[in-house]
């Protein structure tokens, strides 16, 4: 039964294919889950019109609320959604996605992903639990997180293009500096498409912002300003030295 379900369903939508494939008894699922008192509001980044990304966040309703918001108009969003998405046009959504958030609210939270190319899942990325530290040297985080409305509201008047380099590095930091509690959820519930990844990864507008961004973090979270940002990895991995002098 639950094949003929899945195999109807395919044939009305191309979307599902990418089910079928990976989560194939996810739909008969979804039908017997209780929706969950949760709504994201998801920001598209990119004018490709990827009608799998569109796709991938309207079948989350099977679970929660979403809204789909143009990033043009960001600052003068007024977000009713318990949670704020950014997210690339040509990346996917795992079909689980919803099922995997908690009920129990969060300033921050994040996930495993992996990246799809020609239609294949491949180098998943299985991160670790919050650590300040280990960010200020490495954007572990990349691009599977979710950001409260109440931090969303703070930081959107600031928002700019160099807030999406390094895979949101910067953006990341800024939300962070005004969470309070943070959330990982060890499942894979973002899927990156590879073009998109390999132009961001190493992709810099502006060092100095992000630089001015990760010193207040460090603030923040070690007391210390940063003496020093050296670069292990171009762009990507940084020693960092800090500023231990008592003024």
Same mark, same amino acid.
């Given at each position: #039964?639950?094949?003929? !379900?899945?195999?109807?369903?395919?044939?009305?939508?191309?979307?599902?294919? %990418?089910?079928?494939?990976?989560?194939?008894?996810?739909?008969?699922?979804?039908?017997?889950?209780?929706?969950?008192?949760?709504?994201?509001? %998801?920001?598209?980044?990119?004018?490709?019109?990827?009608?799998?990304?569109?796709?991938?966040?309207?079948?989350?309703?099977?679970?929660?609320?979403?809204?789909?918001?143009?990033?043009?108009?960001?600052?003068?969003?007024?977000?009713?959604?318990?949670? *704020?998405?950014?997210?690339?046009?040509?990346?996917?959504?795992?079909?689980?996605?919803?099922?995997?958030?908690? #009920?129990?609210?969060?300033?921050?939270?994040?996930?495993?992903?992996?990246?799809? #190319?020609?239609?294949?899942?491949?180098?998943?990325?299985?991160? !670790?639990?919050?650590?300040?530290?280990?960010?200020?040297? @490495?954007? @572990?985080?990349?691009?599977?997180?979710?950001?409260?409305?109440? !931090?969303?509201?703070?930081?959107?008047?600031?928002?700019?293009?160099?807030?999406?380099?390094?895979?949101?590095?910067?953006?990341?930091?800024?939300?962070?500096? %005004?969470?309070?509690? *943070?959330?990982?959820?060890?499942?894979?519930?973002?899927?990156?498409?590879?073009?998109?990844?390999?132009?961001?990864?190493?992709?810099?507008?502006?060092?100095?912002?992000?630089?001015?961004?990760?010193?207040?973090?460090?603030?923040?979270?070690?007391?210390?300003?940063?003496?020093?940002? #050296?670069?292990?990895?171009?762009?990507?991995?940084?020693? !960092?030295?800090?500023?231990?002098?008592?003024?």
């Amino acid at each position: #039964e639950n094949k003929e !379900v899945i195999e109807e369903i395919v044939k009305k939508d191309k979307y599902l294919l %990418f089910i079928k494939n990976y989560e194939p008894g996810i739909i008969s699922y979804l039908k017997l889950k209780k929706k969950k008192s949760i709504s994201v509001g %998801f920001i598209i980044l990119g004018n490709k019109n990827n009608e799998r990304t569109y796709k991938s966040i309207e079948f989350q309703k099977e679970v929660i609320d979403v809204n789909i918001y143009n990033f043009k108009d960001v600052r003068n969003l007024k977000i009713k959604d318990d949670y *704020v998405m950014f997210i690339n046009e040509g990346d996917l959504l795992s079909p689980v996605f919803g099922i995997y958030l908690p #009920e129990e609210k969060y300033d921050f939270i994040y996930f495993n992903e992996d990246v799809i #190319e020609e239609g294949k899942r491949k180098a998943p990325f299985f991160k !670790v639990d919050f650590s300040p530290n280990t960010l200020l040297s @490495y954007n @572990y985080i990349k691009n599977g997180f979710l950001i409260s409305k109440e !931090v969303f509201d703070k930081i959107k008047n600031s928002i700019n293009e160099n807030d999406f380099q390094l895979l949101k590095y910067p953006l990341i930091i800024k939300s962070l500096l %005004f969470s309070e509690s *943070v959330k990982f959820i060890d499942k894979i519930l973002y899927h990156n498409d590879i073009e998109n990844f390999e132009e961001n990864i190493n992709l810099v507008k502006d060092k100095e912002y992000l630089f001015d961004v990760l010193n207040s973090f460090s603030e923040k979270y070690t007391g210390y300003k940063v003496k020093s940002f #050296e670069e292990v990895i171009k762009n990507r991995i940084f020693n !960092v030295r800090y500023n231990i002098e008592k003024e």
